[in-house]
């Protein structure tokens, strides 16, 4: 039985907040296959198409037959724990600290034998169900969770030790006018978080969801407009060594082509999207680096919203999907800047979302609450890409295949 | 085709360099100590070597090639043996088959490691690809882990007791005591091993060996020239190498000696009821139970029951690791895979003074080595003989 995480006590200042420490982060190659899979929430193998053996650890040749022709498969999840250890004594700074920890011998259904983190509520030889799941490193790592849900089963040390649940943590989401605001904020609390800030924009101005927003239990107003600097630095200073999840959901989404649209739609969208990350990013990126191990509510993931067309421009909302490539390249060079502090940082991608700026567009078109909920599963499982509704999803399919083809479709109006 | 012997061919003038717990020394010193001593001993000077195999783990960034300048050889023959702890054997083998066959006449065999603070964590963080990827992000136990579940898989497999492998460990102990190099000085009670602090269960502190600096080595050449020299020696009655044995097996819970131990035994044309002692390689007990099984003392899952039925000390009915092996007298990295080769060399050729057996004349060695993700991958074994 997994003990359910008590709410941490309120921080002490005369304390030194802990160092983050990573686990091992070097990897082959070949191995880096793990987190790519990690990273969607797949469970993938290496496996050679020409004698369909499937191997681990991953190699550079079929140790079966030889080939080079390996490519990653989605796998069987089921497994057998062979043997486990608890291991008490490790010269890695990082697990030093978080001993004892437990580790064992999976025999895959899938056919490899693999060492994986094992979660308390297996018992000793029992069936298991893998996960591959990155680390605080991100690097992507095969965990034996209980066969069935089990209580309180995400709080388990070494899940909560690799993941970003919003559980007992204070997050910030940026943009209150977004239209997933609401939903989202209901989501992260329903989750277990301890608090919600939201950040709002030309407060002065009304919007639908104040009253519902302002009437929530543990969820605070601010003042918050991302292009302006001053605005980002002054929340950060109130606010900033108490945020443990960011979530910048800030965007401008307008349609138009490069001959149609405008360049004050073009600089807005610019202006709060990309810019508005690297803003936010030199006002509360140094706290959240630091606060990658402060005990149960340690700081432990970003994410960025992004328009599913970050990925390939679409001609009918140039300027704003220009702007969300841009947001997409910013937001992978902190992805790497924040691992080092052990922060994640997700993307989720959303498909044209059920709002008055995407009116004339066919269905399917993604309804706020399933963008909400898109955003918390993918914290739930400690993500680094979501691809939230339908079109999200074909886009991102399409763009592993063949990014070229999918260039082309795009500008025939697919 | 059977396998030619190894006649002619003989082991002389062994040699360990007493070991530290840590060293500001570099291998490239313990390795030249090592090399001197044996030399010494052999009455020779390092100009009278053409043969040159070499282990270690910290040599870095030179190789054996770069060893030759640095130490001021010039060998017609150059091995470097990366096995680890199966590098005493296979060294004798090569070393062996190059004498034989005249491609030298003198082969020095060395292993050396230095061990600085923090350099066993060093050393293991670049260990093998397999152990990046796929061993050390899994809480970081090292081997000490890697072999906690093997241990945890035999004894649920087989039903051994921790006091089982606790006899091992304290006959060791007890034999240390009379080998003034050894690192452990204290005697080891059960009581002692059973209650020790867990390391990465089921493996306590005294499963586990103490890493360190030391070097080892040992001369082959013809029986001709040992006798010419005034050499004590030992021969090679058989030996047995294999690598990656029993891939699809899911725990080791076998090594390569058990592929290759009835070619052992009848090149050696003897059995194991023969040995006078055994020296295996022991970085855990369990692994030394495992050696007794695959190397035909009794079935398997029954080595740990099997040792613990006899007396392991150097007065016993079965003596064992002799000098008090790794477990009491300190793994020095690949020195660790000659520790019992240079000890077997010494009793049947009976020098080897405070931890000697009685009349010890056919001694068996095994080697085990490199575990690159989840097991031991190179296992070897050989057979010495005094001469008659």
Known sequence: MTQPLAPPPK?????????????????????????????????????????????????????????????????????????????????????????????????????????????????????????????????????????????????????????????????????????????????????GAAHVFLGLAERWRPFPAQPTLEAMKNVTLHPLDVTDADSVIDLAGSIGGKVDILINNARHIRPGGVITGTIHDASDALQKGALGLMRLAHAFGPALSARGADGVNSAAAWVTVLPAQSLAHDPGFAASTAAGAATRALS???????????????????????????????????????????????????????HAGDVARDIAERFAQNPALLAREMEGGA | MARQGYDGVVLAAPFTEPYT???????????????????????????DIDGFAVASFTLFPDTPVALTQHLGLSPRWLDSVPMGGASGIVALRRAARAVQAGDAEIVACVAGDTNPIDGFRKLLSAFSRFSLD??????YGGPNASFALLMDRYMTEYGASRADFGHIAIAQRDNALRNPHALMKKPLSLDDYLTARPIAEPIALYDCVMPCAGAEAFLVMSEDRARALNLPFARISGTIERHNAFADDPIQLRGGWAVDVDELWQMAGMGPPDMDLVQTYDDYPVISALQFEDLGFCPKGEGAAFLAARDLTITGDLPHNTSGGQLSAGQAGAAGGFIGLTEAIRQVTRTAGPTQVADAARALVSGFGMINFDRGLCSAACVLEAPS
Request: proline share 10%; glycine share 8%.
């Open chain 1, 332 to 386: 992978l060079s902190l992805r790497a800047e924040l691992r080092a502090g052990g922060i994640r940082v997700l993307h989720v991608h959303a498909g044209p979302i059920d709002d008055d700026w995407h009116q004339p567009l066919p269905p399917p078109k993604l309804a706020p609450n399933a963008l909400a909920r898109a955003i918390v599963q993918g914290l739930e499982q400690g993500l680094e890409e979501v």
């Open chain 1, 11 to 191: 921080k002490n200042p005369a304390r030194r907040t802990p160092v983050p420490t990573l686990p091992p982060a070097i990897r082959s190659r070949a191995a880096l296959g793990l987190a790519l899979a990690a990273a969607q929430g797949r469970f993938q193998l290496q496996t050679c198409t020409d004698c369909g053996a499937v191997q681990y650890p991953p190699r550079d040749a079929c140790h079966r037959c030889l080939s080079t022709a390996l490519v990653w498969q989605d796998q069987p999840r089921g497994a057998q724990l062979l043997a486990e250890t608890t291991i008490h004594a490790s010269p890695d700074p990082y697990f030093r600290e978080r001993l004892p920890w437990r580790a064992g011998t999976v025999q895959l259904d899938a056919g490899p034998v693999a060492l994986a983190h094992i979660h308390g509520d297996v018992a000793r030889g029992a069936r298991t169900r893998t996960a591959l799941m990155l680390d605080r490193a991100g690097q992507g790592v095969l965990v034996a969770l209980p066969e069935q849900e089990t209580p309180h089963m995400q709080d388990d040390p070494a899940l909560r030790a690799m993941g970003t649940h919003p559980s007992h943590r204070r997050i910030l989401i940026t943009d209150a006018r977004a239209p997933e605001a609401p939903a989202l904020t209901r989501a992260l609390l329903d989750a």
């Open chain 2, 134 to 139: 796929a061993s050390y992000p899994y809480g």
């Open chain 2, 21 to 47: 717990r840590f060293s500001n020394e570099t291998a490239h010193w313990w390795i030249a100590r090592a090399l001197r001593g044996s030399l010494r001993a052999a009455g020779l000077t390092p100009r």
